[in-house]
């Protein structure tokens, strides 16, 4: 389900590595793991059993080498009694027991069939060590000594903040004291892990969801773990889908994370896809950069221009026409003409695909009690945002004619969406009109030049944002206050900054010569036009020039310099 690489990631904590020989294999019966959010116990039995056919390939080594020669009835060290679990669920704590009885009993049969003897086993007589309960509110060291334990281990709950019951929300508040806000779920098992650590060699890892190695939640959720624990990430495996095996597909994205509080001196293992890579450091974004932690910004971190969230219209829709209701419209209410603006948000902009709105800014009042279908329209706002739970949204009831904000560049601007497909290479951006009216999910950035175009929609730009940005399932989640206003802008020559300009212009003219094209149909890699694509290769080429950067670094380099330029600048 995972793939070689995920599971050699997961395990490389909680299994031997050295070549099997029975005498080191012994060692193991010592070795105590935990999973605090067991479940079925589907992490506890997949381990019992790694471990055990480890054990019986040593058994197997030293019985071909003649080396077998101590009581048959004591050759297995291997206890299900060294796996421990917490779940709060009763039928499921049922399970995990049942099901490391049967793992017991088929390693056993597998043991029997090397030594071609039978061993004296009765699985119900067996013991196992899961818990009910609350992992966030019970104390672990009441399920197992730190002093015994060295690993803990799993999957804790994936339920991100917005979908967390109140029940929930006060788990996260006690596990992290009040710390983080707004964090996901799974979080809480992190900040329990890492305190349990203390003054201890236990070695944790999770499988987890990506969102906490992304966006805004890496500092809210990390910083605290490296500032009051002491945490360092030893492994990661970078973001993976992780399919449901259920008849109905489901899917999450996830990443994997080792992490201790006991030093470590060793190289980190990066793992991503199907590749390992030693590394010196892994943050908290799972790069190979220094340990930084990036917040919100209300402005730039470089002197480059702002950029801002479009319109927000807050009207249930009765502000916004499609080109259909435009027409239909203008049929009974010609005058009504003088009030309709183009409108895009985000999908309308990377579609091409037209809307309109009812801009009212300075409007007439005798003009607009000529036009009854307007009039009704802004009736329907009133309505809507009187009966809105926010205060604030009703207070704007006092101005239905008008959008709830209002964000418009007097100016051609550069239109970024807020959000885009993560199969697309370069997130679309382009220079629109003024009298196109951006909606809140578009960015703008008004006096925008070539060379701030040309930067932005570089494979340097885009290596940042895919690291630093939110995400939507998948789909990347740009924002201004995170990916932009943190953004290490270069500082190139006359020369490079010449030549960025006329890159990004090369890009420009070459979508110019499909104007029935969307955006979506430009950007898709399976039908992105070559010229296009060498355009927007060249542009790459001279921006990472300008920074300095050779052509022949990764993606996961060229962010750790970015990362190493933010620290510089904030420091």
């Known amino acids: 389900m995972w793939g070689r690489s995920r599971r050699n990631a997961y395990f490389s904590s909680i299994s031997a590595t050295s070549a099997p020989t029975y005498t080191e294999t012994s060692c193991i019966k010592d070795s105590v793991r935990i999973d605090p959010a067991c479940g079925s116990g589907n992490f506890l039995t997949e381990t019992y059993i790694s471990l055990r056919r480890l054990e019986n390939e040593a058994i197997a080594l030293c019985q071909q080498g003649g080396q077998i020669a101590f009581d048959t009835s004591d050759i297995i060290k291997v206890s299900i009694g060294q796996f421990y679990g917490i779940e709060i669920n009763d039928f499921a704590v049922t399970v995990a027991k049942t099901a490391l009885w049967i793992a017991e009993s088929q390693m056993l049969s597998e043991t029997e069939q090397i030594l071609h003897t039978d061993l004296n086993f009765l699985p119900l007589k067996s013991y196992t060590n899961i818990i009910e309960g609350n992992s966030l509110r019970i104390d672990w060291e009441t399920v197992v000594p730190r002093e015994r334990l060295n690993y803990i281990m799993g999957n804790p709950p994936f339920v991100g903040y917005a979908y967390q019951s109140k029940e929930q929300k006060n788990d996260l508040a006690k596990a992290t004291k009040n710390s983080a806000k707004n964090i996901d779920y799974v979080a809480g098992w992190y900040y329990k892990a890492a305190g349990f650590m203390q003054d201890t060699t236990i070695r944790t890892a999770f499988v987890s969801t990506n969102s906490i190695t992304q966006g805004e939640q890496v500092a809210v959720v990390w910083q605290p773990l490296y500032d009051r624990f002491g945490i360092h990430?030893?492994?990661?495996?970078?973001?993976?889908?992780?399919?449901?095996?259920?008849?109905?597909?489901?899917?999450?994205?996830?990443?994997?994370?080792?992490?201790?509080?006991?030093?470590?001196?060793?190289?980190?293992?990066?793992?991503?896809?199907?590749?390992?890579?030693?590394?010196?450091?892994?943050?908290?974004?799972?790069?190979?950069?220094?340990?930084?932690?990036?917040?919100?910004?209300?402005?730039?971190?470089?002197?480059?221009?702002?950029?801002?969230?479009?319109?927000?219209?807050?009207?249930?829709?009765?502000?916004?026409?499609?080109?259909?209701?435009?027409?239909?419209?203008?049929?009974?209410?010609?005058?009504?003409?003088?009030?309709?603006?183009?409108?895009?948000?985000?999908?309308?902009?990377?579609?091409?695909?037209?809307?309109?709105?009812?801009?009212?800014?300075?409007?007439?009042?005798?003009?607009?009690?000529?036009?009854?279908?307007?009039?009704?329209?802004?009736?329907?706002?009133?309505?809507?945002?009187?009966?809105?739970?926010?205060?604030?949204?009703?207070?704007?009831?006092?101005?239905?004619?008008?959008?709830?904000?209002?964000?418009?560049?007097?100016?051609?601007?550069?239109?970024?969406?807020?959000?885009?497909?993560?199969?697309?290479?370069?997130?679309?951006?382009?220079?629109?009109?003024?009298?196109?009216?951006?909606?809140?999910?578009?960015?703008?950035?008004?006096?925008?030049?070539?060379?701030?175009?040309?930067?932005?929609?570089?494979?340097?730009?885009?290596?940042?944002?895919?690291?630093?940005?939110?995400?939507?399932?998948?789909?990347?989640?740009?924002?201004?206050?995170?990916?932009?206003?943190?953004?290490?802008?270069?500082?190139?020559?006359?020369?490079?900054?010449?030549?960025?300009?006329?890159?990004?212009?090369?890009?420009?003219?070459?979508?110019?010569?499909?104007?029935?094209?969307?955006?979506?149909?430009?950007?898709?890699?399976?039908?992105?036009?070559?010229?296009?694509?060498?355009?927007?290769?060249?542009?790459?080429?001279?921006?990472?020039?300008?920074?300095?950067?050779?052509?022949?670094?990764?993606?996961?380099?060229?962010?750790?310099?970015?990362?190493?330029?933010?620290?510089?600048?904030?420091?």
């Not at 996830?254 to 590749?275: M, Q, W, Y």
């Not at 390992?276 to 480059?304: E, H, M, W």
């Not at 995170?482 to 500082?491: E, G, S």
């Open 233 to 571: 990430i030893d492994f990661a495996h970078r973001t993976f889908r992780w399919d449901s095996e259920a008849s109905l597909k489901a899917h999450v994205h996830c990443v994997i994370v080792g992490f201790s509080v006991a030093p470590n001196k060793e190289e980190r293992l990066l793992f991503d896809e199907d590749t390992v890579k030693k590394v010196k450091n892994i943050n908290g974004y799972l790069v190979d950069a220094p340990d930084i932690f990036i917040q919100k910004r209300t402005s730039p971190i470089c002197d480059v221009p702002p950029i801002v969230r479009g319109s927000q219209p807050t009207d249930n829709g009765f502000l916004i026409l499609t080109k259909e209701e435009k027409d239909e419209l203008l049929k009974s209410e010609p005058q009504a003409e003088v009030f309709i603006r183009p409108f895009m948000m985000g999908k309308d902009f990377i579609n091409r695909k037209p809307r309109y709105c009812l801009w009212m800014v300075g409007a007439n009042p005798s003009a607009l009690k000529k036009c009854p279908q307007v009039l009704k329209r802004i009736e329907g706002v009133r309505e809507y945002r009187l009966n809105s739970p926010k205060e604030a949204t009703r207070k704007k009831a006092e101005t239905p004619m008008l959008f709830d904000e209002i964000r418009i560049s007097p100016t051609e601007y550069i239109a970024i969406p807020k959000v885009s497909s993560e199969n697309r290479r370069y997130i679309p951006m382009e220079y629109l009109q003024p009298e196109i009216i951006a909606g809140d999910k578009l960015f703008f950035m008004q006096n925008a030049t070539l060379y701030h175009f040309g930067i932005l929609t570089s494979n340097v730009h885009m290596a940042w944002m895919r690291v630093t940005c939110g995400r939507l399932e998948m789909r990347y989640s740009y924002s201004n206050t995170i990916v932009y206003n943190n953004f290490p802008w270069c500082n190139p020559t006359p020369e490079q900054k010449a030549r960025i300009e006329q890159t990004a212009k090369a890009i420009l003219d070459a979508r110019a010569k499909y104007p029935d094209c969307s955006l979506a149909d430009l950007y898709d890699e399976l039908t992105m036009p070559p010229d296009l694509r060498k355009a927007h290769q060249e542009n790459d080429r001279a921006v990472m020039t300008a920074y300095g950067f050779t052509t022949k670094i990764t993606e996961s380099e060229c962010v750790a310099m970015l990362m190493r330029m933010y620290r510089e600048m904030t420091e």
